[in-house]
């Protein structure tokens, strides 16, 4: 609203242009008498910052000085012979690292800090001083300062990741541990000395540029000085000639100043009237808030978002019932101090609903008084977009999880067949070729030999293929059990009766005692005597000559367990549940025996079809024990879990058929 004003409203400014220029004349005798007064002021003043600046330089040189402390206790750490001394070096480096916090936080909010000089390495004298450093309140924190700040807390960290290394170092059982430690010690100690230079170069950025700053402090001092000698002289000077030509100009002023206040009356008018269609038509929610936390004022698209009718509804409620549900006592502007706030709230509308907005509050000064300025934007549509962005990308990285997983597995599948498959092709290849070519001169019994070597090969590749065969058929759920009701005994006695002449052979004995429990099982009882047959083949290999194999069955509520004991090599810790993944053998006995590593696999598809679980565990008294146990009752299987590779690999047109390699009938032992 415009204020109309009259001629007689412009004596007060005219007089008090008169009055201007009486004080300017008196200005000038009072200027030379405060010239000695403002210029001791000034020295104070630069005295004051002078001090500031070497408290400054002073706390930068604690930090180096406790920096390169922390490097030596560090150095000292790496090479520590007991645990102790990491212990009392680890504390020592704690003590330091605090120190420099403590310097920081001074740097930063301003204090004191007391510093300890030690004067011998016995810790019997100490020299204590107080550095007192006066932070101004509009002073901004340096960069050296936020740049230190997370490198101190990564340093400190890198100091206990190296502290647990050297007691790993020193807890180490063997020689290889030994080293092994060692090696990771040096290589913690040597990123943890490259963060304490990186530390290190903050922190002299913080001595070098505060003793560069007194420098240029003492040369901007004699400056100033000789400045103030100038601009004394020169403004008794000028403020004389100002004051012989004012008044000339008194009259010219009066005169453009009726002019301008009527010229100033009509552009705020027009700038009030301006701004306030502006505010309202803008799409943004624009509220102003009053220090005692009530809406001053709202515009058009504020009381839209809110759910209000009209202004009246709004003013004089508190913001924290209406534009975001913070604590009474959490207001970034009014109690936590932010000049500015920026950030995603809910609104609460009249109606009870929440609304994501997009908020920014800053404080303004209207009619004399500090209000907050409040703008937000409806976010709505953008955070439903994130969400599906969000979705879409998770289900992408899942599907791209998917897809390498099963590439991986085709690759490793290719690559095991192909090496399984070549070894007993080569063999057929080349034992044929050579009776081809000496097929005119060979005796018959080196015929014999060759003929003898082809088909021990194609025995060797015709087993290998049934049992991928097999193994695809498990995998993929495509195998049919047919289950019927046996005696489990009667099944383990004649896989060992079928095994006994190989274990005659070698002086083995198959130790089977009659089971004490009854061992009636409805399962598919060939796939049952395939898993025993299995697990006993492997004991029989990897079994020393004249040894003693063990089996036993047990039954514990509706479970029956079989468990195979051999005095072999054993199967260390960490792979007895790899030996029942394809193509995976123990590494005790990769240069043994050998296998093309299905069997075991195989064994673990058998199992899990009828519901049960098997596992391999080494004896109290050396070898390895596998068991399985399977449900008295087996039930119709589950849908069994993702192969490890895909069952349709067997029908990929670069592999091929087990009817295009074997054509012997009767391939299924």
């Not at 400045?227 to 100009?249: N, S």
């Not at 936590?336 to 609304?355: A, C, F, G, P, Y």
């Not at 025995?459 to 193994?471: H, P, S």
Request: hydrophobic residues 40%; charged residues 25%.
């Amino acid at each position: 609203m415009g204020v109309s004003l009259d001629r007689e409203s412009f004596r007060e400014p005219i007089v008090k242009w008169v009055l201007l220029l009486v004080a300017l004349f008196f200005g000038a005798i009072l200027l030379l008498l405060a010239n000695s007064s403002a210029n001791e002021s000034y020295l104070r003043r630069h005295q004051a910052l002078v001090d500031q600046q070497r408290s400054k330089r002073d706390l930068g040189m604690v930090i180096e000085k406790n920096l390169m402390l922390v490097g030596y206790n560090l150095h000292e750490m790496a090479d520590a012979a007991d645990e102790r001394e990491v212990s009392f070096l680890q504390e020592d480096v704690r003590k330091e690292v605090t120190l420099i916090e403590q310097a920081m936080a001074v740097l930063s909010q301003g204090g004191e800090l007391e510093t300890r000089l030690l004067t011998n390495f016995g810790d019997v004298d100490e020299i204590r001083e107080r550095i007192a450093y006066s932070r101004p309140s509009d002073e901004g924190i340096t960069i050296e300062v936020i740049e230190l700040a997370p490198r101190v807390v990564n340093l400190q960290n890198q100091a206990k990741d190296l502290a647990r290394l050297v007691r790993q170092r020193l807890a180490a059982k063997s020689d290889g541990e030994s080293r092994e430690a060692r090696d990771d010690v040096d290589f913690r100690l040597k990123t943890t000395m490259a963060s304490l230079l990186r530390a290190r170069e903050t922190s002299n950025k913080i001595y070098y540029d505060t003793t560069r700053q007194l420098g240029v402090l003492e040369s901007v001092k004699r400056r100033a000085t000789e400045r103030l000698r100038w601009v004394t002289f020169l403004a008794t000077t000028v403020l004389t000639g100002f004051l012989v030509t004012a008044g000339a100009v008194t009259l010219w002023h009066v005169a453009r100043l009726l002019a301008t206040q009527r010229q100033a009356e009509d552009d705020l008018l027009r700038t009030t009237r301006t701004l306030q269609t502006i505010i309202e038509s803008v799409p943004l929610g624009i509220v102003i808030v009053g220090r005692d936390k009530r809406v001053r004022r709202a515009n058009q698209s504020a009381l839209r978002m809110m759910a209000y009718e009209s202004l009246d509804d709004i003013v004089g409620k508190r913001c924290h019932a209406t534009l975001c549900p913070a604590g009474r006592q959490s207001c970034p502007i009014l109690d936590l101090h932010q000049r500015i706030d920026t950030s995603e709230r809910i609104l609460i509308t009249n109606d009870k609903r929440q609304v994501p907005i997009l908020k920014t509050v800053i404080p303004i000064v209207i009619d004399d008084e500090e209000v907050l300025l409040e703008a937000f934007l409806d976010i709505t549509e953008r955070k439903r977009a994130e969400q599906e962005l969000k979705e879409y990308a998770e289900a992408l990285r899942q599907s791209n999880i998917k897809a390498e997983t099963a590439n991986a597995a085709k690759s490793e599948f290719l690559a095991n067949m192909s090496h399984e498959l070549r070894t007993p092709l080569h063999g057929i290849l080349s034992f044929a070729s050579f009776g081809l070519r000496k097929i005119e001169t060979a005796k018959p019994e080196s015929l014999r030999d060759y003929f003898k070597s082809i088909q021990q090969s194609g025995e060797v590749l015709l087993a290998l293929i049934t049992d991928l065969l097999d193994l695809a058929r498990l995998e993929s759920g495509k195998s049919v059990l047919e289950r019927e009701r046996f005696n489990l005994a009667d099944v383990i006695a004649g896989v060992v009766e079928e095994l006994r002449l190989v274990a005659t052979e070698r002086d083995l004995v198959i130790d089977f005692p009659t089971p004490d429990c009854d061992t009636i099982l409805v399962a598919d009882s060939a796939k049952v005597a395939q898993v025993v047959r299995n697990l006993l083949s492997n004991a029989l290999k990897f079994s020393p000559d004249g040894g003693t194999i063990l089996i036993e069955v047990a039954r514990r509520d509706a479970l029956l367990t079989v468990s195979v004991q051999d005095q072999g090599v054993g199967i260390p810790e960490q792979e007895l549940e790899a030996v029942f993944d394809k193509f995976i053998q123990s590494s005790k006995t990769k240069s043994g025996a050998g296998g093309t590593g299905l069997g075991l696999a195989i064994c673990r598809e058998i199992i899990h079809a009828h519901h049960g679980r098997i596992w391999a565990e080494n004896g109290l008294f050396g070898g390895a024990c596998f068991t399985f146990e399977v449900p008295v009752l087996a039930t119709e299987p589950e849908p069994t879990q993702t192969p490890a590779f895909p069952s349709n690999l067997l029908s990929d047109p670069a592999i091929p058929s087990a009817d295009a390699l074997v054509e012997t009938p009767g391939a299924s032992e």
